[in-house]
């Protein structure tokens, strides 16, 4: 196209909220430009897929030298899920007056989200929710997106599907493309240009050269890249405050088995959620992310790595609280609270008693360090955009888990999808709802 040619919507960041946007408007007949600063990664299935699409190789980490799982590649995180549906939950939307159930139910059928075959779950995620319900609590089968036909049970979701079974945000990204949406890989957006209060572009560099350009809309779904180039364009409120879902592997021998390739995430519980905001899953991390941690625990720590093909884990997700900022530059600060570590403490309790109802020794059982999973809530609901997801800047919104309200705490992929289909039905409709209402939230 000329350089000049003006899209009806600009879309930085091709994860599940930017891709959601970019297909829901070629669809449509919109012209969309989708701008992703990495490349894309093709290999699926492996360590090195892992560790090519994350920054810095996944060892990004606070200054608190706490480990955040940021992307950094087409599609984003959604690539490495684990591929759990959970939908969008009321307890973090309904305070801002978002509802996402419509869109959520819209986006069912298209994720193939539903329960998987007892096959495809497993029989070491079978025992172990035999164990836990025989222990009292109430786990049940998870809802996955993933095309139960086309998967072959081999286990590694969180390293790409090398099947196209799951589904990632390059399925909608490349959805989009086929109905006429525009990518440009490797396209490092810094400015938004705004003219009379309103945005109408979008400035950076790609592949060594200054680029510029210009929409109707502009929607950033870049993570934690948002806030950079909001502040760029005078929103200091970005950034002040950050959630991650802290998340904590433990793991347990349990004589005749191991869940080294059993599918993820396909059996738990989220019964301590709504009250405790603590979720239950069983998955562990691979050979390389348990040889990493370890050593963040301390090389004395590797000693354990030879059991890794013996361990048996679950993982304790929680609702962290809004803590820690994002610097200028690279640099942020995410700490565990006080509170975040005593629903990390809860889980783990919690995930013990499993393992060892499954047979597992208490002198077998490993806890791992906690990391944070899902960036998220520098953008809120309320605070940086209002509830139609624009900013104070017309016509610039931001969709990703960046405009959560709070930490969710949960999968995020089905949250961020309904959030783009809620954003993209408001552009289609004209996109000026929000205009002359008080924007000084």
């Known amino acids: 196209m000329p350089a000049m040619t003006e899209y009806d919507t600009i879309v930085v960041g091709s994860g599940a909220g930017g891709a959601t946007v970019a297909r829901e408007l070629a669809i449509k007949g919109k012209t969309v430009l989708l701008l992703e600063k990495g490349g894309r990664v093709n290999m699926m299935g ?31 995180l959604s690539t490495l899920a684990a591929g759990c549906a959970a939908p969008p939950p009321g307890i973090v939307f309904d305070p ?18 539903q329960v998987q075959p007892d096959e495809l779950i497993g029989k070491e995620n079978l025992r172990l929710l035999e164990a836990a319900n025989d222990a009292g609590y109430n786990w049940r089968k998870m809802e996955k997106f993933i ?10 979701c969180m390293l790409g599907c090398h099947t196209g079974a799951k589904f990632s945000a390059r399925t909608f990204g490349d959805e989009a493309i086929r109905h006429g949406a525009t990518l440009k890989l490797r396209t490092h957006i810094t400015d938004v240009l705004v003219e009379n209060g309103k945005a109408i572009g979008v400035s950076g560099s790609r592949l060594g050269r200054k680029v510029r350009y210009h929409a109707k809309h502009v929607v950033l779904s870049a993570g934690v890249g948002n806030v950079h180039i909001l502040r760029q364009s005078g929103v200091k409120e970005a950034g002040q405050g950050f959630c991650c879902d802290w998340l904590q592997f433990v793991g347990g021998i349990i004589p005749g088995m191991n869940t080294s390739r059993a599918t993820p995430m396909s059996v738990g519980t989220l019964e301590h959620y709504e009250t405790d905001g603590i979720a239950i899953l069983p998955v562990f991390p691979n050979w ?7 050593m963040f625990m301390g090389w004395k720590s590797l000693i ?43 889980g783990v309790s919690i995930i013990k008693n499993i393992l060892k109802h499954a047979g597992a020794r208490e002198d077998s059982i490993i806890e791992l360090k906690p990391s944070g999973a899902h960036p998220s809530a520098t953008c809120r609901i309320g605070d940086v955009v209002d509830e139609n997801l624009q900013t104070r800047i017309r016509n610039l919104y931001c969709c990703d888990a960046s405009v959560f309200p709070s930490s969710l705490g949960l999968p995020v992929v089905w949250t961020a999808v309904s959030l783009g289909k809620r954003l993209a039905a408001h552009l289609m409709s004209g996109g000026e709802a929000s205009e002359g209402k008080d924007r000084s939230y």
Request: aromatic share 10%.
């Open 304 to 346: 354990k790595f030879p059991n890794f093909w013996k361990y048996s884990g679950i993982m304790v997700k929680i609702r962290d609280e809004n803590a820690g900022r994002i610097y200028d530059g690279m640099s942020f600060s995410k700490p565990v609270t006080e509170q975040d570590a005593k629903k990390l403490k809860k």
């Open 288 to 294: 390389s992310q348990f040889a990493v941690m370890l």
């Open 147 to 156: 095309d139960a036909a086309a998967c072959d049970g081999n286990g590694n």
């Open 46 to 76: 492996n360590t090195l897929t892992m560790a090519f699409i994350l920054k810095h190789f996944g060892l990004v980490r606070s200054r608190e030298k706490n480990v955040v799982t940021i992307p950094n590649n087409y599609g984003g």
């Open 96 to 113: 801002v007056g978002v509802d996402l159930s419509a869109e959520a139910e819209k986006a069912r059928p298209e994720m193939n989200i």
